[in-house]
Each structure stands twice: as structure tokens, then as C-alpha cells.
């Protein structure tokens, strides 16, 4: 017989996603709750995100007129994520059971005080798919003043943006220069800004929004939350969990549970080791996750049987890293780049490979794909005088004046003749200049012909809704550009195998009795696809909340 330290009803290992989700269903049921986070910030990856959960026919939807429903949903997702023999973490079961339970999860929260809201229009990311929504699922928090925490908030893991806005509004500020709305925007924001300073208020946004709230609402609702609370063991009793081994004032520290443990513990996109074993060619400097992310617990879930899945899957995200920003935890996203118009992607061979307006999970499952039969890591984004005065690269405003680093060091090639620009890549001349001539000719024909690129409203959205073509400019006018494209990552996609209820599961299928799990410490119920904005974020919650709820039917079944 084991002894413990201390007991409570519930054990969280990890703060990010929906472990204060999961903790919320149980202190409103009466029951006591732990939070071990590792690191000393609350929040995990999610606080540094953008915060966006995919919950198809969530109450905004309904409240707004969007169109949507569980079948709908459920056809849409049967359709882009479907019946794969090597993607275990989903099923039609589970597919359906997040349908169902993400749009009552989101009710939940929102009876507990936690303020979201709905983006205007943000595409799924296969809009044109039997059951897709053009107008989008997602569901993000609003703005939320951090001061409300009082010592908490230097607890709160920070958000990649720091401006004091919201995602809608950063989403529509990068048309600055072709839109007075969008200047509008930017006035407000500065005004937010200002009267936020003048009456003692700090906005956080994003991923720190819906933490922040998250984190607010389970102070008041009493759940113990411990950081610098590493995790290094599963204790298990004639095979059922019964609590963890911690650290408290730097020793061991037995924690038992009585109805079971969560690990909400991330991924591994920070352990080399683990990336070189799932997803080799890849890099943990090319991921934009919290330090936490080591995957230690996948490996400990394991040690006790667990079943594992959809390793080799991340969710990708392009990066490039400008001089200076080697070592920079948060490495510019360039999802937009290559989706505007006067843009493309090419391997090192010079050939244009994907349709460059797909979900960043597709994108960077492309890059990978094709270096395995070219070299294609990097890749080059190539961009004519037309895309630089117009939109933004790597943080910087439209406009040819960029850093002069940029230029001395090579990370930025520019070149008066598309063949000048071949030399400086180490591209074959000839191939790069086809490419460009055969992306220019369907830019006048007004359709790509190879990939389809500007043909779903998701494309179109990520392009420039203000230009002729949303997607698709030609690439004519010099200088000419180029720049390394990465296929960075903001987390792992595979990790334990879990059922319909978020029970973990062994090899055979038969359940780790008092082993729960979420986020992206599990093989995602989205399978090798990412469906849309949110479609980490949310399944985190969403199985978070139902962890919880069968912890309890299971206790009170027992």
C-alpha cells in the first residue's frame, strides 16, 4: 500500500489547454484539484498562441446566424480527417463525441464567467469540403485586463503578441496600407492603448486572454495551482493510477488522487532526442512552444502501457529566422507570405511544389513530404518589388527599406533579374525562371492550374481580400526577393491513444483505469489534419472537459 504526502480528489499534470478546464468540472462538482505545472508560468503553449478554439456549432454561431449543426460538423470532419488505419487517436466516435461535447464545453465556461466570443470570418481551413463552414467555428476569449489577477499575473505565461488588441483586429491590421478600415483599427488600438494606461488596466490578448480568464476563474473557484511542480512518476496501484510523484521545496512529494489523474503536459517539440526518433529534419529551435514541452510524460504514460499515435505528425507552422533571432524563443511566422499575391514557394531544385495557401499543417506536411525526394528544407519564398511594397515580411511593415542585416548577411536575397536571384539561391536559373513563367500565366488566366491555390475562401482569406486576385499576382517586377523558409511548429500532434471518454488506452484497447489525457499529450481526435483555426486549442478543452465529467461517472459508478 502506497503512502502519500497529500491526496486530493484529482490530479492535473500540466496548466496548459484544458487543464483548468477539466479542473473547473470538478471543483463545481465539489471535488478537490491539483494543478502541477513544471515550469514557473501558468498557461503552457496556449497562453503564447493565439487562443483560438475550432468548436463547430458553438452558441456565437448560433447568436450571429451562422449556419452550422452536429451533422454538418460531423460530415465535415468525416470528410477532411477520415477513416485512416494509421491515425488511432481518431474515430467517428470520438469525431462526434467532440461535436457534441465542444459546443457544451463552451456553454460551461461561459456560465462560469469566462467572456469568449466568436471571429467574425475565419474560414475552416477545407471550406470547400462537404460540411465546411466559410464563415468559420472559432471561438477565442476577449481581451482581458491581467491586473484582475493581482500577484497571479506575473504567473500568466505571455503572449506572443503584445499589443493591446484583439486577434480580429491584429488579422485585419495587416491591410494598413490598402485599407482605411484597417487604419481605423490601428487608431483604436492606440486609444485602448492609452486609456488602458490611464486607469491602471494592461490588456493581454489572445492565448493570454483566455488563460489569464481561465486562471481567474480557477483561483476563485479554489483549485490548488503549484508551479515549479515537475511530475516524474505515475503511481500505480494493481494496475489502476492512483496519484504522482512531484516536487515540493525540492524533494519528492507523493500526491494521491482519488479518482484520477489528467496529463495535459504538452508535447515533445522541445526534446531533440524524441524529434529526431518522430519527426527527423526537424528542429527544436524551429518551434515556437513553451520550454516545457519535453514529452517526458508521453514516455512515462508509455512505461505504464500506454498506446501511442500519429507521432510522426506536428502541428507545422512556417517560420523564418532573420539574424539576431537565432536563439529568439518566438520566431516570425510567415503563414501569410507566400499565400499573397506576387509570391511563391520553391524547393532548392526551383520548382514550385504545393498550393501555398494551405493551413500551416499542411504547409509544412508538404515541405517535409518533398524532402524526401528533393531538397526542400529550407524551401525559398520568392517575391517580386509589387509584394514588398505591399505587405508584411517577417514582423517588418510593407516597404522595400528593410533592416540592413537582412541584405549583409544573406538572410535576404535581392536581385534586379529573376536569374540574379537564381545565382544567389543556388537555383538553377532555367527552372526558377519557368516556374515564374508558369506562375505568371496562370495568374492571367486567373486560375493556378497546378495546385489550385485561390479557389477555397480560406485561401483567399489568408491572401489580400483588397487586391484583384486575393491569391494570385504575377511576379514581374523587380527587385526580386527571396528568403529561407522553415518548417517550424507550435507543438507535436501524436502521444497517447484515448477513447471517446479521454480514457487512456493500452495496445489491446483495454483503458489505463484512472489515466486521463489531453491536448496535444494525446494522438489528436483531428488525426493527420488540421480542420481549422483552433483545432489544437480546442480539442485540449474539449477533452478536458469530458476527462473530468467521466473521472466522476466513473467514480460513481465504482
Known amino acids: 500500500m502506497n503512502t502519500y504526502d497529500e491526496t486530493f480528489d484529482f490530479a492535473v ?3 496548459g489547454g484544458g487543464s483548468m478546464c477539466s479542473a473547473l468540472v470538478m471543483r463545481q462538482a465539489g471535488k478537490s484539484v491539483v494543478v502541477l505545472e513544471k515550469t514557473g508560468l501558468i498557461g503552457g503553449t496556449t497562453a503564447r498562441s493565439g487562443g483560438v478554439m475550432w468548436i463547430p456549432n458553438n452558441r456565437f454561431m448560433k447568436r450571429d446566424g451562422v449556419a452550422d449543426s452536429f451533422e454538418q460538423a460531423t460530415t465535415y470532419l468525416d470528410a477532411v ?5 494509421d491515425a488511432p ?5 470520438r469525431r462526434r463525441a467532440y461535436v457534441a461535447e465542444g459546443a457544451e464545453m463552451v456553454d460551461f465556461l461561459v456560465e462560469k464567467g469566462i467572456r469568449l466570443n466568436r471571429v467574425d470570418y475565419w474560414p475552416d481551413y477545407y471550406d470547400d469540403a462537404p460540411g465546411g463552414s466559410e464563415q468559420g467555428r472559432t471561438v477565442v476569449a476577449e481581451l482581458f485586463n491581467v491586473n484582475e489577477l493581482g500577484p497571479w499575473k506575473h504567473k500568466l505565461r505571455p503572449n506572443f503578441i503584445s499589443m493591446m488588441s484583439t486577434l480580429d483586429e491584429m488579422l485585419k491590421l495587416r491591410f494598413i496600407k490598402q485599407s482605411w478600415a484597417s487604419k481605423k483599427i490601428a ?11 490611464l486607469t491602471g488596466k494592461h490588456y493581454v490578448t489572445a492565448g493570454a486572454a483566455l488563460q489569464g480568464r481561465m486562471l481567474q476563474a480557477s483561483l476563485k473557484a479554489g483549485v490548488e495551482l503549484r508551479t515549479e511542480s515537475p511530475v516524474s512518476e505515475l503511481i500505480v496501484e494493481d494496475g489502476v493510477v492512483r496519484g504522482v510523484v512531484t516536487l515540493k521545496d525540492g524533494r519528492p512529494w507523493r500526491i494521491g488522487t482519488r479518482l484520477g489523474v489528467l496529463v495535459n503536459a504538452g508535447g515533445f517539440a522541445k526534446n531533440q532526442a524524441m524529434r ?4 527527423p529534419g526537424t528542429s527544436t529551435n524551429w518551434s515556437l512552444t513553451a520550454e516545457g514541452d519535453t514529452g517526458e510524460m508521453i514516455r512515462e504514460m508509455m512505461r505504464h502501457g500506454a498506446a501511442i499515435g500519429q507521432m510522426e505528425e506536428m502541428v507545422g507552422n512556417q517560420i523564418v529566422i532573420p539574424p539576431g533571432m537565432e536563439d529568439v524563443e518566438i520566431k516570425p511566422v510567415v503563414q501569410g507570405v507566400t499565400a499573397s499575391p506576387h509570391a511563391i514557394l520553391v524547393d532548392q531544385t526551383g520548382v514550385r511544389y504545393m498550393n501555398e495557401s494551405g493551413s500551416y499543417m499542411s504547409y509544412c506536411q508538404g515541405m517535409l513530404k518533398r524532402n524526401e525526394v528533393t531538397h526542400a528544407v529550407p524551401s525559398w519564398a520568392i517575391m517580386d518589388s509589387q509584394f ?6 517577417a514582423n517588418t511593415m510593407p516597404g522595400a527599406k528593410k533592416p540592413a542585416s537582412w541584405f549583409d548577411t544573406g538572410f535576404l536575397k535581392k536581385a534586379d533579374s529573376v536569374e540574379e536571384l537564381a545565382a544567389l539561391t543556388r537555383i538553377p536559373p532555367e527552372a526558377l525562371r519557368a516556374t515564374i513563367d508558369r506562375f505568371n500565366g496562370f495568374v492571367m488566366n486567373g486560375r493556378d492550374e497546378d495546385f489550385h491555390r485561390g479557389e477555397r475562401a480560406y485561401d483567399r482569406w489568408l491572401g489580400d481580400v483588397f487586391a484583384p486576385n486575393a491569391s494570385l499576382g504575377t511576379i514581374e517586377k523587380g527587385p526580386f526577393y527571396a528568403v529561407e523558409v522553415l518548417p517550424g511548429d507550435v507543438g507535436t500532434y501524436g502521444g497517447v491513444v484515448t477513447d471517446s471518454k479521454a480514457r487512456v488506452l493500452r495496445e ?16 489528436s481526435s483531428m488525426g493527420r489534419c488540421y480542420p481549422g483555426a ?5 480539442p485540449s478543452f474539449v477533452w478536458g472537459y469530458v476527462a473530468a465529467k467521466s473521472a466522476l461517472a466513473d467514480s460513481a459508478s465504482s
Open 13 to 15: 499534470v500540466g496548466s
Open 81 to 85: 480527417v477520415g477513416n485512416r488505419n
Open 89 to 93: 487517436g481518431t474515430s467517428p466516435e
Open 187 to 197: 487608431a483604436r488600438i492606440v486609444l485602448r492603448t492609452i486609456g488602458a494606461k
Open 276 to 279: 529526431d526518433q518522430y519527426i
Open 388 to 393: 514588398m511594397a505591399k505587405y508584411m515580411l
Open 508 to 523: 489491446d484497447g483495454s483503458i489505463i483505469t484512472g489515466l486521463y489525457a489531453t491536448g496535444i499529450s494525446t494522438a
Open 534 to 538: 483552433g483545432a489544437s486549442v480546442g
